[in-house]
């Protein structure tokens, strides 16, 4: 929500999308923190919660039908522009101030996109990986064609391992696994497998950790505080961010920014 609200305020003239498929979205919470970016300004709040489309699917073809539909917006936008830049130029010499301009839906969250694809795994993994592709190359055209920033929020599972005894030990990072946290205390990685992993550009782990010795930005410090850690699994789209990390914190509605500690101490405590 903060970051659909940092995307509305610095683009006044776009609008968003949030694809509901766990019937959970609050639209309370969502004025609260945008109340909270913009110091209670009513009128700036209200602008911005006009302009966010809520969209309530059920399954894999709701949201496919909800991609239809946002596809179908911005060709309906283009349509309307060309028919507007006739009639500027047949009536060039008019008087009047130009309209501003409206850009669409330029970000979508999809909260989640892991419910819709685990309920189609019953017809069979291959299948299954098939629409998850499709989906997921449908979702990639339209952000590419309209420049638009998709941000697809996905469960984590996690890792167990047993030893020969059935016990349970301490998960072990290996170079095998695939998207998985550089920290020897994280058992947990992102959920839907591989194949969706390469279907998209950036995948990001957020982790709740314990970190000692964590102080707010420009703020005391001290004590032990539940934060979270934001990790960079992987990057096709910029070189050189791939295990980068920070830490934030998140006190009811708004955010806090974190100083960590050095990154031997977080790497025993994150998990």
């Not at 005894?165 to 497998?193: C, I, M, V, W």
């Amino acid at each position: 929500m903060h970051a659909l609200t940092t995307h509305l305020l610095a683009h006044c003239n776009s609008s968003a999308a949030w694809v509901d498929t766990l019937g959970t979205f609050s639209p309370s919470l969502l004025q609260q923190v945008v109340s909270s970016r913009t110091n209670n300004d009513t009128k700036t709040t209200s602008n911005i919660l006009d302009r966010v489309q809520i969209m309530r699917v059920f399954n894999i073809h709701g949201l496919i039908e909800a991609i239809d539909e946002l596809r179908t917006g911005h060709l309906d936008r283009e349509r309307h522009q060309r028919v507007v830049n006739d009639s500027e130029d047949e009536a060039s010499e008019e008087e009047g101030d130009p309209l501003e301009p409206f850009d669409g839906t330029r970000a979508i969250v999809i909260d989640t996109i892991s419910q819709p694809m685990t309920s189609i795994m019953t017809a069979g993994p291959l299948q299954a990986q098939a629409r998850m592709v499709g989906v997921t190359r449908s979702l990639s055209d339209l952000a590419r064609r309209y420049n638009i920033c998709t941000l697809l929020l996905n469960t984590a599972v996690s890792k167990p391992t047993k030893g020969a005894d059935g016990r349970q030990q301490a998960y072990t990072h290996t170079q095998e696994d695939n998207l998985s946290s550089a920290f020897s205390a994280t058992t947990s990685k992102p959920a839907l497998g591989n194949v969706y992993a390469r279907c998209v550009d950036v995948n990001i782990l957020l982790t709740r950790a314990k970190v000692r010795g964590g102080r707010r930005m420009g703020g005391g410090g001290g004590g032990e505080s539940k934060d979270i850690v934001m990790e960079v699994l992987s990057d096709r789209t910029e070189s050189g961010r791939t295990g980068m990390w920070g830490a934030f914190g998140i006190e009811g509605t708004n955010l806090a920014s974190r100083v960590p500690p050095p990154p031997e101490e977080t790497k025993a405590q994150v998990g």
